[in-house]
């Protein structure tokens, strides 16, 4: 079955830090992988994809993401976090081919302390 | 990107009623798909609503209890049947960006609790 793992809940990160939440998948082919953040009471908003090309991409918010295609890894960073950051993650894939339906990690919890 | 708009953004419901929620995108999409959040849960797919067709559901939800409408390009509703607590949840509506490769907008989901 396919799927998307987050292996980290939560994520504690102090300010100023550099933050990376997990994300893997078990997707055949070479799926596209994306991030979400939602904040407390929204909606989801796209932070970030992976298509093709570069492993590193750059995304909202100053967050990016680096893809591992041996280790079908495609976990977020970023380089210095900032207390506006605490809110739930997602890592989600789309099969190529696929219609347009998201298969979604469970969410991480990041949490940004002063 | 698209902008949607849903409504009621939450609401508190009886064990046994109904309630629809609509879904209003600011421009014409084809497909338009219904998520399910339940608390502290990950989003799960529930339907995909094509116009001018029949919804496609995914594997446990069925039309009888989550009939979906979809009768133009920008718009369209989910009604949560019969509801129990079971159904507390957050129903969200998203449409996909141009192409395969597009990302999906969210509207800013409805939060259901049904006592």
């Known amino acids: 079955a396919q799927s998307v793992a987050q292996p980290e809940d939560q994520v504690n990160v102090a300010e100023g830090n550099p933050l990376t939440v997990k994300c893997t998948y078990s997707?055949?082919?070479?799926?596209?992988l994306f991030w979400y953040v939602q904040y407390p009471n929204r909606g989801l908003q796209f932070l970030l994809k992976y298509i093709t090309g570069d492993n590193l991409v750059k995304g909202s918010y100053g967050f990016e993401a680096e893809f591992n295609k041996s280790q079908t890894s495609f976990h977020l960073k970023k380089p210095s976090a900032l207390v506006s950051d605490s809110a739930l993650y997602f890592c989600?894939?789309?099969?190529?081919?696929?219609?347009?339906?998201?298969?979604f990690g469970k969410g991480t919890k990041l949490s940004v302390k002063p | 990107s698209a902008v949607i708009s849903q409504k009621p953004s939450r609401d508190i419901c009886q064990r046994g009623t109904s309630l629809t929620i609509q879904c209003q995108v600011d421009?014409?999409?084809?497909?338009m798909f219904w998520y399910r959040q339940q608390p502290g849960q990950s989003l799960t797919l529930i339907a995909t609503a094509n116009q001018g067709s029949e919804a496609t559901y995914e594997s446990g939800f069925v039309i009888d209890k989550f009939p979906i409408s979809r009768p133009n390009l920008t718009f369209s509703t989910l009604t949560v049947s019969n509801m129990s607590p079971e159904d507390s949840s957050i129903y969200l509506c998203?449409?996909?960006?141009?192409?395969?490769?597009?990302?999906?907008?969210f509207g800013e989901g409805s939060r259901l609790t049904v006592l």
């Open positions: 421009s014409q999409v084809t497909m």
């Open positions: 997707v055949s082919g070479n799926p596209y």
């Open positions: 989600a894939v789309r099969p190529r081919g696929s219609q347009g339906n998201l298969i």
């Open positions: 998203s449409v996909r960006g141009d192409g395969e490769t597009g990302e999906l907008f």
